[in-house]
């Protein structure tokens, strides 16, 4: 399948928090028994070389590379084999979060969900084989520098897995995106940083971070 980015939505962006055992650790977390899910708004998508903005309301927004999966057809209660046929391919996600904010809230709605705080693309690529998923790696650069480097296998719950269950729970749509969870070495993004969330055969997103001066 394939698409090119930007297109019409996604309707609806669902994330998974700590998917990997290493980021899990790094925030004081256990790894939940079952995916844990949240959503984004889709009014908080950016693509490839547009800017982040930091709202004045956070002292901490931190970088999140993530591995997305860009759904292809509509699914519900699908088996994990149906799921993986579902994928229309993969991109690069940044799951930005005020992390500070993230904490106070029982919901991560507020600390996940400002405007600019979801950026994916390039593109969405399609794997020359389904079961390539198992081999995609993500890698995070702040100002050139790695922060994040993470691989599909080191998930806690596998793509074809956390796509099963959330069809469990709502229907997914083409177009839907799901950001998979971030692997150790989340941190600060300040005015000024250029951030990169790179995913080897898939692409590199970039964008530029900076401060909110009003409207
Ligand atoms: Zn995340």
Known sequence: MG?????????K???????????????????PERPLLF?????????????????PESNQVEHEGEIGVVIGRTMYRVSESEALEGIAGYTCVN???????QKQDVQFTRGKGFDTFCSFGPAVVELPERDAYREL???CRVNGEVRQH????????????VVAYISSIMTLEPG????TGTPAGVGPLLP???????????GILSNRVEAYEGT
């Open 176 to 179: 839907d995106l799901i950001a």
């Open 150 to 161: 993470g691989a599909a296998r080191d998930m806690q719950f596998a793509i074809p897995m």
């Open 3 to 11: 698409l090119e980015t930007p297109f019409t939505g996604p309707g």
């Open 39 to 55: 959503l984004k708004p889709p009014s908080s998508v950016i693509g490839d070389g547009d800017t982040i903005i930091l709202p």
């Open 192 to 202: 000024g940083d250029m951030v990169e969330v790179e995913i080897p055969t898939v």
């Open 13 to 31: 962006i669902v994330c998974v928090g700590r998917n990997y055992a290493d980021h899990a650790a790094e925030l004081g977390n256990v790894l």
């Open 95 to 101: 799951d930005v979060t005020a992390r500070d904010l």
């Open 137 to 139: 790696e993500v890698i």
